[in-house]
């Protein structure tokens, strides 16, 4: 089967594109306790995006550094670590060469509230040229609740979405996109910490503000079928109850746990976890195991558990799912509604099963680096797919590539480190079983979930030709499509020993000496840092590289040059 696949005709060349130009957006929240920044790459004809990048600077904004005090206006030392962390950002966009018009700065709770917002506005506009949209509370909530919709298939279903944020937190009540009631309260886990050393007093406040916002009616007049929470406080609570943080037992959760885990948590763990941190506050030495644990976040930890455990029981929620995507989300959700004609955010749901389970194992890191991976892969794919289009093949065997097998590319792509979890000793075969048995990806046939297992399986290591991996579930077609996709895969999967930070440019073409793999990197890992030879990258990829030889009976050479 493999030696009469279709081969290309000398002379074909399929055109270099800018890999990071006219798809690539950007969203810059800058909130309260942080900053953050992330940029995707967008399939305009399905509505799908993939997280390229994504950075955080710690500014705490209206903190004063000398104190431990909160302030309605942003201090000299706030506004000046704030520019730091713009001119960063600014630069990064750069790099990536993200098109002005598509990004966008948003403002939270602690610019909104400020006496002195205009300064800061004026003063990031003077310093760095950058236009920043102060959002209200309403317009904040809103976005959080389209970012969520693009996380959870639950556009038909009535949510309650909960986002607490350092200086507020929002609550929206939608369906089928659209939102019923919403909300912003003065409650973030930075100011409370700030204002309230005693956590009975930080309940009590939380209560008076809660009861007199008319919330609690307003929940009950809808029938609720599901509350979701966003930000990194309630997503660190998720994973505190599931590590086990409550009952000393972080650390020890196996795979197959980790597979079933189903980013929520009950009102009892809720519970649970909120008398640890307090006892912990107490305990000498205490603030040390919750440090290892949280981080950054520590500080403010306890303050956002309480106000979330006093937000369950004011609105009587029993169980809260947990989303990977927020406000930087919707902000770039909205972006692709006005950049893209026909967008549609419902669309491909089965995709978004897909990236809840890569974010659900996989760190920035490797999400970073899968992105990469499909970069190279897509452009591989296209150049091959045109070429058989072309009916310029052999007479032998023949498999066509679709659009839905470039999608299980791209998912196996965002899949294959998730098995990292569990130590990087033999990953792959991991990764392999919590797609196969895990019932993660929604929307795919059994035979489609096996192909894209399969292809996390072999992107590493043992070749599938020597591990009699075509089992009886598969036709012979897509037999067929598995050594095309695994031959492409692996060899993206191997350029990422490369450790470049980006990739500017990625061509692939066709020669009388066989096919052509040309990447322009971005920036360098590290300074200097030299780029590989063809001859290094043959010789440090021998399998890869005969294998691909293998299966299209062409020779591949990859060359990488420096913009």
Known sequence: MSANLPILPNAISIPARNAT?????AAVDIGTNSFKLLVVRADPSTGRFLTVDRFKERVL???????????????????????????????????????????????????????????????IDETLGLKVDVLSGLEEARLIYKGILQFHPVHDRTVLTIDIGGGSTEFVIGKEGQILFSISLALGHVTLTQKFPEVTEMR??????????????????????????????????????????????????????????????????????????????????????????????????????????????????????????ALGEGVIAEKLGEVFDNYDPRANAR??????????????????????????????????????????????????????????????????????????????????????????????????VKLIALLVRHHRKKLPECDHVVPEELTEEMRGKFRILCAILRVSAALEKLQLVNIHNVDFSHTCEGYKLVLEAGNLPFPGYVLPSVKDFETEHVKELEHFRMVFQERLSIAVTSS
């Not at 130009?21 to 957006?25: A, G, I």
């Not at 209206?62 to 730091?84: E, F, K, P």
């Open 61 to 123: 904004l209206g903190l004063d550094t000398n104190t431990t005090t909160t302030s309605a206006t942003i201090s000299n030392a706030s506004l000046l670590r704030a520019t730091a962390a713009l001119r960063k950002f600014q630069k990064l966009l750069q790099s990536h060469r993200v098109p002005s018009s598509h990004s966008r700065l948003v403002a939270t709770s602690a610019v909104r509230e400020a006496s002195n917002r205009s300064q800061f506005l004026q003063t």
């Open 351 to 448: 995709w978004r099963s897909v990236t809840r389970l890569a974010t659900r194992f996989n760190n920035k890191q490797h999400m970073k680096s899968a992105a990469l991976c499909f970069s190279v892969a897509k452009e591989m794919f296209d150049g091959l797919r045109k070429g058989y289009e072309s009916g310029n093949g052999s007479d032998g065997f023949f498999v066509s590539l679709e659009d839905k097998d470039l999608e299980y590319l791209e998912a196996a792509c965002l899949l294959q480190k998730i098995g990292l979890y569990a130590g990087k000793k033999g990953y792959h075969k991991q990764s392999y079983h919590i797609i196969a048995k895990g019932d993660h990806l929604h929307g795919y046939n059994v035979e489609e």
């Open 21 to 25: 130009s006219e798809n690539l957006f």
């Open 204 to 325: 009590e406040h939380i209560k008076v503000i809660i009861r007199a916002s008319g919330l609690n009616e307003k929940v009950k007049h809808y029938n609720i079928d599901k509350v979701i929470g966003s930000s990194g406080t309630i997503r660190n609570i998720e994973k505190a109850i599931f590590r086990g943080y409550a009952s000393n037992m972080e650390g020890n959760v196996g795979i197959s746990e980790e597979s079933r885990r189903d980013w929520s948590f009950t009102m009892d763990e809720l519970k649970g976890l909120v008398e640890r941190l307090s006892e912990e506050e107490r305990r000498v030495g205490g603030k040390v195991r919750t440090q290892g644990f949280f981080k950054k976040r520590s500080e403010f930890i306890v303050a956002g558990a309480v106000l979330l455990e006093e937000i369950f029981e004011e609105l009587k929620i029993e169980e809260m799912e947990v989303s990977g995507y």
